[in-house]
């Protein structure tokens, strides 16, 4: 029998901090690995299987695009990329009218700052603290922590970092030169902290004052993880630039830009070999199409609801506090989350870190109660 750990370690020019654990196969909300242990999976790729895995219809759907097309250059014109741009404008938040297609979060956050630059001509950008948009060179100039910062410097010039939900820091840093803020309404890799409402109708109305363009970046949130089909659709206010990917296609690597018409970028300026080709749009018609006809963002807010109020009724010792909207969870620990990994992954369990001290869980939306309340078995029997 092939050992997979070692054949990738042999081979693998290696930038993650690895578990000791090989996947193989999914089903739902459960995984096996290579030995056929069970697993049921509270981090869904962080945050991307939100139909779950192996799900037949998103196979059958790559299978005969792949027989029919997999690549078609932007500069010609596709059925299927038609299709999808299409259904992403009409679930998105209105007044977003126009998508650009990539293949990742970080991808759409780099173009993000294309567009915002261009279109107000300005060069400086507003990020937060624990804010996290992603690895590449700009997105990494946005993302606040240092041990991903500092040994790549010098990055790009003009970005600044403010407290989260503090109106008043963020108005402070405000220049005549600031051509973005980009916020996440909930901060993933932060914490699973969640924007107040006030202070995004105070964020909308300094950026329509200042002409500058507000991004959300729902790369996290979007496609029905957090109860709705955006984060933002928990909001009053719509962003200038929603930054989208993870969940759009199933586990296929999809991003996408959503624009409102104020955005302007002339034809030329920016471009992407594989971005929108015909198998990614397939992947994503499909699965918003899942999630549509599932009913995800409600089963997402229904199963929070369930999940939390069984949790927080616990009072589990090591626990400060509870975080969630929808299936978007942080666990506030006492102690530094790191060894509890591995502890829940014994029991069955596959969780994530959100900062030093915050377990994540980002099941799949399709996962069950009778999942969930083995989860929460696990929880008493790790942290209780």
């Known amino acids: 029998m092939t ?18 654990l090989t996947l193989v196969k999914g089903k739902g909300a459960k995984l096996w690995d290579d030995n056929g242990n069970e697993y049921i999976d509270c981090a869904a790729g962080i945050g991307v299987a939100n139909i779950g895995h192996g799900n037949e219809k998103l196979a059958q759907a ?92 010098p990055l790009i010039p003009g970005f600044s970092f403010v407290p989260y939900n503090n109106y008043e820091k963020l108005e402070a840093a405000v220049t005549e030169n600031t051509a973005g803020i980009i916020l996440e309404l909930i901060q993933g890799e932060g914490g699973i902290h969640i924007a107040d409402q006030k202070y995004i109708q105070k964020v909308r ?25 955006f984060a933002t ?18 586990g296929f690597p999809v991003g996408a830009v959503l624009c409102a018409d104020k955005i302007t970028l002339p034809v030329g300026r920016h471009g992407t070999t594989y971005g929108g080709n015909p198998l990614a749009c397939a992947a994503a018609l499909t699965t918003i199409g899942i999630m549509e006809e599932m009913e995800l963002a409600k089963q997402a807010e229904e199963k929070g609801e369930y999940f939390v109020k069984k949790v927080r009724d616990l009072g589990l010792s090591k626990v400060r506090e509870v975080r969630n909207l929808g299936l978007m969870i942080g666990l506030e620990l006492k102690e530094k989350v790191g060894p509890f990994l591995a502890e829940f992954q014994k029991e069955g369990i596959i969780v994530l870190p959100a900062g030093k001290t915050v377990l994540r869980l980002l099941p799949p939306l399709v996962i069950s109660n009778e999942e969930l309340d083995i989860v929460v078995e696990k929880l008493v029997k790790v942290l209780i």
């Open 62 to 153: 790559l299978k005969d695009q792949a027989e029919k097309l997999i690549i078609c250059p932007g500069a010609i014109y596709n059925d299927k990329k038609a299709l999808v741009l299409e259904k992403l404008v009409n679930v998105a938040p209105e007044g977003l009218n126009k998508a650009f297609l990539c293949n990742s979060g970080t991808e759409a956050v780099e173009a993000a700052f294309k567009f915002a630059r261009y279109t107000t001509k300005k060069t400086e950008f507003i990020s937060t603290v624990r804010g996290f948009h992603g690895r590449t060179m700009g997105a990494l100039s946005a993302t606040f922590k240092k041990e991903y910062r500092e040994e790549f410097a």
């Open 205 to 229: 109305t300094l950026c329509d004052e200042k002409n500058i363009v507000l991004i959300f970046d729902e790369i996290q949130t979007g496609f029905c993880r957090t109860g709705k089909m």
């Open 3 to 20: 050992n997979y750990k070692e054949l990738q370690q042999q081979y693998e020019f290696d930038v993650y901090p690895k578990r000791d």
């Open 233 to 250: 659709d928990h909001y009053t206010v719509q962003p200038d630039i929603l930054t989208c990917a993870k969940g759009i296609a199933g």
